[in-house]
């Protein structure tokens, strides 16, 4: 990867959780981070990682991401279609938008569908409200967004 297309990212701390870990001489602490990177052109990737310190565990997070990265194919500023994603009991709704009307979302959705580039979008957290599995069930519902030509192909029929 080339120093402009790593600046091109855009990481999101969706969620920092502190652990303790009890010992003879008091607590242990270390920390979790989960973190969300995109360029707002498509591409849009997770991590979670560990560590004594919180900008330890961001940069180990940050570079988790490239395993959990996809590409999403966008044609203007909403998605083409109503899709839901499921991760364990978290259900996350997108629903497309007209334009003007923004980012309707909480965090966790918001530094997802921020990051992959989305303008305007409606979106519905049911269930749990889990920050780690709610980012989960977003990627899972851009995951299965079709294009018409998707569909097309897929079918076998010309447009």
Known sequence: MSSETKSDNQEQVVQIRRCACVVKGGRRFSFAAMVVLGNQRGEVGWGYGKAGEVPSSV?????????????????????????EGRFGSARVLLLPANPGTGIIAGASVRAVVESVGLKDILTKVRGSTNPINVVKATFDALQKIRTRDDVARLRGVEL
């Open 59 to 83: 940069e180990k997070a940050v570079k988790d991401c490239n395993h959990h990265k996809i590409r999403i194919e966008l044609k203007g500023t909403t998605i083409p279609h109503e899709v």
